[in-house]
């Protein structure tokens, strides 16, 4: 183990200015935890870009490196639980947010919150999915629960050509629900056809007549990562029993809604945290990622880039022109 790493961090200056660089940490440096991970491949998710550019509500101090996801080799696990040389997915928790995170070379967390790699997944895919992919697996998991399947009827899904939305529809289409995909970027319907959307509609058509208590029911279920006047838009035209699932304020994290579409259709809103969930349900959703809801296409277009381009990806995010997952190689 070396005694120093490259890693990314973030800084703030005497006048409230965050600036970011690429430096060399001490392995002292990282906090107490049972499990060092040599990193392979981080990703970049919406926290990400907020963390390293110093918005408010991720990160409480600085400096810091951001990255709340990581895969990579075991070097060390001082309770066991895993043997030097595996390879583990570490999403969540704290990673990344007030705990150095996979824009390091090296992590040091509890090993609780390692997840073995399934057999049929490489690290570097493990990261094409990262949070996003957890994300909308438990999603689908949640919505399977709840009973909603492909012969139920039609599936929303909002903010569709985001990481999390963009492997949602995915997700849905592997497993063989009808998807219709919600967006803002109608240009961008090739993309989400190819990803297996039957239908591409535009935030207009889901917000028309929105002002109304209830709108006509046909959702049998939504993933939403948008939240808002969408999701509550999406809430309004879900069909009697439906569930509709929520784990994202791209759009806001307001609400704008009644209780009509819960007392009078019996519609159930299914909160999705992915960085606290348990871990037998990590585990089980990690398998079916690598499985039998495995997205294909997702896999193979993905965007690699070193942590000198992160730069540029942050700010691209925010502002709604990213599309789809960009992993960062940490690799020499």
């Known amino acids: 183990m070396p005694e120093h790493f490259r890693a990314l961090l973030v800084e703030q200056d005497s006048a409230g200015n965050f600036t970011r660089k690429i430096t060399t940490r001490r392995l002292d440096e990282l906090p107490a935890g049972e499990l060092v991970l040599r990193v392979h491949y981080s990703s970049v998710n919406y926290k990400d870009a907020l963390s390293a550019l110093g918005r408010p509500g991720v990160t409480k101090r600085y400096p810091h490196t951001p990255g709340i996801d990581a895969a990579g080799e075991v070097v060390s696990c001082s309770d066991g639980s895993f043997a030097p040389g595996d390879a ?55 919505l399977e629960q709840a009973g909603v399947t492909p012969e139920t009827g ?105 209780v009509f579409p819960f007392i009078l259709r019996g519609v159930t809103l299914a909160g999705i945290d992915s960085a606290e969930a348990p871990a037998p349900a990590r585990a089980e959703v990690w398998q079916r990622l690598a499985t039998r809801w495995r997205p294909e296409r997702s896999l193979a277009s993905a965007e690699l880039c070193p942590m000198e381009a992160l730069e540029e990806v942050f700010p691209a995010l925010l502002s709604g022109k990213h599309r789809g997952r960009t992993v960062v190689s940490l690799l020499p």
Do not use: F
């Not at 992590?107 to 073995?116: D, E, K, L, M, T």
């Not at 929105?210 to 999406?234: N, Y």
């Open 88 to 142: 583990v997915i570490v999403t969540g928790h704290d990673l990344g947010m007030n705990i150095p995170g996979g824009y390091g070379e090296y992590v040091r967390v509890p090993a609780s919150w390692a997840v073995r790699l399934p057999q049929s997944l490489t690290l570097k895919e493990s990261m094409i999915l990262g949070t996003a992919g957890l994300t909308a697996g438990l999603s689908l998991y949640r």
């Open 154 to 258: 039609e599936i929303l899904v909002t903010g569709a050509t985001g990481g999390v939305g963009s492997l949602a529809v995915e997700l849905l289409a592997r497993a063989g629900y009808h998807v219709v995909a919600a967006t803002g970027k109608l240009d961008e319907e090739p993309y989400l056809r190819g990803l297996g959307a039957r239908q591409v509609i535009g935030r207009d058509e889901l917000l028309a007549g929105a002002e109304r208590p209830l709108l006509k029911e046909r959702w049998s279920g939504t993933i939403d990562v948008v939240g808002g006047s969408l999701l509550a838009a999406a809430i309004k035209s879900t069909r009697y029993g439906g569930t509709v699932t929520c784990c994202g304020l791209a759009g806001s994290p307001d609400l704008p809604i009644n």
